[in-house]
């Protein structure tokens, strides 16, 4: 059973903005923390934003500024809002979640959505 599906994605032109969306089965929002991750090709994989079930929001220190996570408990929903785009930007984004905020691994991913930047 699919439990976080991502989308949003697409080709943006540097400097533009772009709204991506992680749905999340209920369970797995309601109990969770959710979590944005980036990979770009031939590089690991990056944590940038976390948000509680509480709405605390973490960020990494390349993205502060830039990124905005958010979450709609109506929909289940947990956005990341990228203003300012760089082509450094450009990665596969995914979602994912973790029973607690103390716990280093995270147990569920969605498959992921480009975000394509050009220069």
């Known amino acids: 059973q699919v439990q976080l599906v991502e989308s949003g994605g697409g080709l943006v032109q540097a400097g533009g903005s772009l709204r991506l969306s992680c749905a999340a089965s209920r369970r797995l929002f309601s109990t969770n923390v959710i979590g944005w991750h980036r990979q770009a090709p031939g590089k690991q994989r990056d944590l940038v934003a976390t948000i509680t079930t509480g709405g605390t929001t973490k960020y990494a220190h390349s993205v502060k500024g830039r990124f905005t996570i958010s979450r709609d408990n109506a929909k289940n929903t947990v956005y990341l809002q990228i203003d300012g785009l760089k082509p450094e930007d450009t990665a596969v984004y995914f979602c994912?979640?973790?029973?607690?905020?103390?716990?280093?691994?995270?147990?569920?991913w969605g498959q992921g959505t480009q975000v394509t930047v050009s220069s």
């Open positions: 994912a979640a973790k029973r607690g905020v103390s716990r280093i691994l995270w147990d569920d």
